[in-house]
């Protein structure tokens, strides 16, 4: 539903326990969603591999402004691939 939803802009999954899972399915819709400029997956278990996915999605989304990955599993090698997706 994401994928095609053009009226949120706002998404706040926080403390909910999506995992690496989760946040795949979220990085998939993000690739193609053009209007949700704020996720907050605070506390949401997500792991490198999510943060990877997300990653990912970061590289070709341009609508999101705003991501919130606090109390998260995130490595150092995940912050990496997150700060890369994130260079201007």
């Known amino acids: ?3 095609i939803n053009s009226s949120v802009i706002d998404m706040n999954l926080s403390h ?8 795949r399915h979220v990085a998939e819709a993000l690739k193609i969603n053009t209007s949700v400029q704020k996720i907050d997956l605070m ?11 997300l990653a990912e999605a970061l590289k ?3 609508s999101v402004m705003h991501i919130v990955l606090g109390s998260n599993e995130i490595g150092t090698k995940a ?3 997150l700060a890369e997706a994130l260079k201007i």
């Open 1 to 3: 539903a994401l994928k």
């Open 16 to 23: 909910n326990t999506i995992g690496d899972e989760g946040a």
């Open 43 to 53: 506390a949401t278990d997500v792991g490198d591999d999510g943060s990877h996915h």
């Open 60 to 62: 070709l989304n341009t």
């Open 79 to 81: 912050v990496g691939y």
